[in-house]
């Protein structure tokens, strides 16, 4: 069974940047491809990033590319995902996954932290 805990939400303006954390216990981490999703009021959970086991891999949905970018540590069982130029539609609960491929299908996910907001005002 694997933990993951979000860090580094938080209330920032647009343009601001803002490095969000993820530390994970109780398994092989370097095992399992991790990602960020992320959910909206009254809206759908969305891909946001995914990286492979070995962390030289990256995906990202079209609107996050250029200003996210998602890396993984695999000694310190850690993933991050920096985001830049942040815009108040950005304004979600990001959450942390692993699994065993990268989809932009929330059931691929075995494991799933419990969320950080974020929150962007113009």
């Known amino acids: 069974q694997v933990q993951l805990v979000e860090s580094g939400g938080g209330s920032v303006q647009a343009g601001d940047s803002l490095r969000l954390s993820c530390a994970a216990s109780?398994?092989?981490?370097?095992?399992?491809?991790m990602g960020w999703f992320r959910q909206a009021p009254g809206k759908e959970r969305e891909f946001v990033a995914g990286i492979n086991r070995g962390g030289d891999t990256t995906y990202y949905t079209d609107s996050m590319k250029g200003r996210f970018t998602i890396s993984r540590d695999n000694a310190k069982n850690t993933v991050c995902l920096q985001m830049n130029s942040l815009k108040p539609e950005d304004t979600a609960v990001y959450y942390c996954?692993?699994?065993?491929?990268?989809?932009?299908?929330?059931?691929?996910?075995?494991?799933w932290g419990q969320g950080t907001q974020v929150t962007v005002s113009s």
């Open positions: 109780g398994g092989t981490f370097s095992r399992y491809v």
């Open positions: 996954v692993a699994g065993r491929s990268v989809s932009a299908r929330p059931g691929t996910y075995d494991y």
